[in-house]
């Protein structure tokens, strides 16, 4: 099944470098795959399903910085999300009497932390990649950053509702 996933993986990062203005999609699918590894079988799964798809990808995908945002974002986002549910369910049953709104809030900001942490991680090692060219307002990265914080939640969902479809019928 993890061979399935990675030529899966590999062949939606192979075409996310030639087809404009979807590499996000695709990259976000990308993550699910890892995700769904990770989540069914074990962290360790899918992180050697994230690792293998990177190297692969680094081979063969001929626009290399078109794989960035799976590298530095998706990938390993894919591969921490399930460790830090399972985190959060167990702080969750501890919780739970005290205050359970409190429970929900400690699982995102954990997750939103290890978001911020792999998107600036990425964005500080090639920040003259992607901002030498560009001119923006200082408006601009406080909204940019919103936006991106409400699609980081949407994609964190949008990855549970996906595994709870798919993830039973893979074995």
Request: positive net charge; hydrophobic residues 60%; contains cysteine.
């Amino acid at each position: 099944m993890c061979g399935v996933l990675l030529a899966l993986s590999l062949a939606l990062l192979y075409f996310a470098s030639f087809v404009p203005n979807v590499e996000g999609t695709v990259m976000a699918v990308a993550g699910a795959l890892v995700y769904v590894a990770t989540a069914r079988f074990s962290a360790g799964v899918g992180a050697g399903l994230y690792v293998a798809s990177v190297l692969l990808a680094l081979l063969f995908v001929p626009v290399k910085p078109a794989i960035l945002p799976y590298i530095f974002c998706f990938g390993p986002y894919g591969v921490l999300k399930a460790p830090i549910e399972k985190a959060a369910s167990r702080l969750r049953g501890k919780a739970e009497e005290r205050s359970p709104v409190f429970a929900k809030m400690a699982e995102y900001l954990l997750k939103i932390a290890v978001f911020v942490v792999l998107t600036g991680s990425g964005l500080l090692i090639f920040k003259a990649a992607f901002f030498s060219s560009l001119h923006l307002p200082d408006l601009a990265v406080p909204v940019l950053g919103i936006g991106a914080f409400v699609l980081f939640l949407l994609y964190d969902r949008i990855l549970s509702l996906i595994y709870a479809v798919v993830g039973d019928r893979i074995k």
